[in-house]
């Protein structure tokens, strides 16, 4: 009897631990994710049409996005924005209707405590999803591209830095300071409205100056035209000592399936 009643009993021991074991990890789990849940909401949210913008014209163009600690605030900003600043996408890495860049609202954003601007653009899509029933995937598609690659001795001054560095100026003429070539590419991509694929290999930061201007006046009658793009592949190519080559590469993009025109009541 006492050979039959031993394993009955280890069973029960090892189902009894077993079964500690799982409430424990079934309580962190809803404390984890419970916490997660409200980290990745709005506290409080408004959403509205945007006001009109006084004096029309390429005024009532412009967006601002204001990120705090701990709040956001957005003007005069299409859907399409709204989702790209959610995903921290450039332009050319979202795909959806062409009606996302119709409409133009207010939106005004605050947390419950101090958060991160990472924490911001999860709450940006929490509200998406809950206000503009917005429902997305990302997939891979081949684009016309350019690779910024290095070529030769590069013309920049290797400086200490960290981050991303910062720039002044404008996009035909700016100076890069302290600035990552993952930074530069990101610069010219928005410049030159199609993905720029940093393959330098250059992994410092550095002080350049970037001008383009000094090429559309110089140009004479009866040279070939030249648009923006071939511009900037001469001006890096001489003032950088860096190449831009045009190529097909697959980039990651994010496909809206569906979302709403208006959204939800406040």
Same mark, same amino acid.
């Given at each position: 009897?006492?050979?039959?009643?031993?394993?009955?009993?280890?069973?029960?021991?090892?189902?009894?631990?077993?079964?500690?074991?799982?409430?424990?990890?079934?309580?962190?789990?809803?404390?984890?994710?419970?916490?997660?849940? &409200?980290?990745? /909401?709005?506290?409080?949210?408004?959403?509205?049409?945007?006001?009109? $913008? =006084? %004096?029309? +014209?390429?005024?009532?163009?412009?967006?601002?996005?204001?990120?705090?600690?701990?709040?956001?605030?957005?003007?005069?900003?299409?859907?399409?924005?709204?989702?790209?600043?959610?995903?921290?996408?450039?332009?050319?890495?979202?795909?959806?209707?062409?009606?996302?860049?119709?409409?133009?609202?207010?939106?005004?954003?605050?947390?419950?405590?101090?958060?991160?601007?990472?924490?911001?653009?999860?709450?940006?899509?929490?509200?998406?999803?809950?206000?503009?029933?917005?429902?997305?995937?990302?997939?891979?598609?081949?684009? &016309?591209?350019? /690779?910024?690659?290095?070529?030769?001795?590069?013309?920049?001054?290797? $400086? =200490? %830095?960290? +981050?991303?560095?910062?720039?002044?100026?404008?996009?035909?003429?700016?100076?890069?300071?302290?600035?990552?070539?993952?930074?530069?590419?990101?610069?010219?991509?928005?410049?030159?409205?199609?993905?720029?694929?940093?393959?330098?290999?250059?992994?410092?930061?550095?002080?350049?100056?970037?001008?383009?201007?000094?090429?559309?006046?110089?140009?004479?009658?009866?040279?070939?035209?030249?648009?923006?793009?071939?511009?900037?592949?001469?001006?890096?190519?001489?003032?950088?000592?860096?190449?831009?080559?045009?190529?097909?590469?697959?980039?990651?993009?994010?496909?809206?399936?569906?979302?709403?025109?208006?959204?939800?009541?406040?």
């Amino acid at each position: 009897m006492v050979e039959e009643s031993q394993p009955n009993l280890i069973s029960e021991q090892c189902m009894s631990r077993v079964i500690s074991i799982l409430s424990a990890v079934i309580f962190f789990n809803a404390a984890v994710f419970g916490q997660s849940k &409200s980290a990745s /909401v709005f506290d409080v949210v408004s959403v509205r049409p945007a006001q009109p $913008v =006084e %004096g029309g +014209g390429l005024a009532a163009l412009r967006e601002t996005i204001s990120p705090s600690h701990g709040s956001l605030t957005m003007r005069n900003v299409t859907l399409a924005s709204i989702i790209r600043w959610a995903y921290n996408l450039r332009p050319f890495e979202l795909s959806g209707p062409d009606w996302l860049t119709e409409k133009r609202f207010d939106i005004a954003g605050k947390a419950a405590e101090t958060t991160s601007e990472d924490q911001l653009r999860l709450m940006l899509r929490g509200m998406l999803s809950d206000r503009f029933k917005l429902a997305v995937h990302q997939q891979a598609k081949e684009l &016309s591209s350019f /690779v910024l690659t290095e070529r030769g001795a590069p013309k920049l001054k290797a $400086v =200490e %830095g960290s +981050g991303e560095g910062s720039m002044t100026g404008a996009a035909l003429s700016f100076e890069g300071h302290g600035m990552t070539m993952l930074r530069l590419a990101n610069i010219l991509s928005s410049g030159l409205k199609v993905p720029v694929i940093d393959q330098t290999g250059l992994d410092g930061h550095y002080d350049f100056k970037l001008d383009m201007r000094p090429y559309f006046t110089a140009r004479q009658p009866g040279d070939p035209p030249l648009d923006l793009m071939g511009i900037a592949v001469i001006a890096v190519q001489e003032q950088l000592g860096l190449k831009l080559e045009a190529r097909k590469m697959p980039i990651d993009i994010l496909v809206v399936d569906h979302a709403e025109r208006a959204p939800t009541e406040n």
